[in-house]
């Protein structure tokens, strides 16, 4: 039988030390920038229009629904993913999906909306910290696998959700966008909490030193 690698990451995902996430302030911050959008006009741009117009138009509902104090769920990533492809319809995938050139398998079951949802509304509570959330829901978004396309950038919008939800916004977004993450290696996980934590400082930094450059 193939490796289902979701299955190993709902594995480890509770083994997984978040409480060792690196320390940060997680109270709101302005950025200097937008990184996001500044990314995302950037990356997705050069790929085409298209696509960073669309990726756009999520984030920006995905921020609204943040302020809402709506709670992350399916639907709710569906709902940003019909902006980002373009389509009518994000439905849960039907099928086995495969990323990193077939490297990883994600397998399927009538189980895995309900397992998601769950999964995904922890990212509301207040443990682990928020950096070691807003990496996990990331991380349940890469591994469930849940669309037939446009995974890494549904990925992105939940941690970007799970970060507006705190008033936060980061200036820079490169090395969570470029980096692959692998389900069986709970040490990247801790790492990518620990790399979102390292932005949200330098945020929080530049913001200041932005507010104390005159006309700044």
């Not at 996980?189 to 930094?205: F, G, P, Y």
Request: net charge positive; aromatic share 6%.
């Amino acid at each position: 039988m193939s490796t289902d690698h979701l299955r190993i990451w709902l594995t480890i995902r509770d083994t997984v030390p978040w409480e060792r996430t690196r320390a940060v302030d997680s109270s709101p911050v302005v950025p200097a920038r937008d990184g996001a959008a500044h990314d995302i006009r950037a990356f997705d741009g050069a790929r085409s229009p298209e696509r960073a117009a669309g990726m756009l138009a999520a984030l920006a509902r995905a921020r609204a629904d943040a302020a809402s104090g709506a709670p992350l769920t399916f639907d709710l990533l569906s709902s940003w993913q019909r902006s980002v492809l373009d389509v009518p319809d994000a439905p849960f995938r039907g099928a086995p999906a495969f990323a990193k050139q077939g490297r990883e398998r994600y397998g399927t079951g009538p189980d895995l909306r309900g397992l998601l949802d769950t999964c995904l509304v922890q990212s509301g509570g207040l443990d682990p910290a928020l950096p070691a959330r807003a990496a996990r829901a990331y991380l349940d978004v890469c591994f469930f696998h849940p669309f037939t396309d446009g995974n890494a950038r549904s990925a992105f919008l939940a941690l970007s959700f799970v970060l507006a939800r705190a008033g936060i916004a980061l200036d820079q977004v490169g090395p969570l966008r470029r980096l692959p993450r692998h389900a069986n290696h709970p040490e990247g996980a801790l790492a990518l909490a620990d790399l979102v934590a390292v932005l949200i400082e330098h945020t929080r930094r530049r913001a200041g030193e932005h507010r104390c450059v005159p006309g700044g």
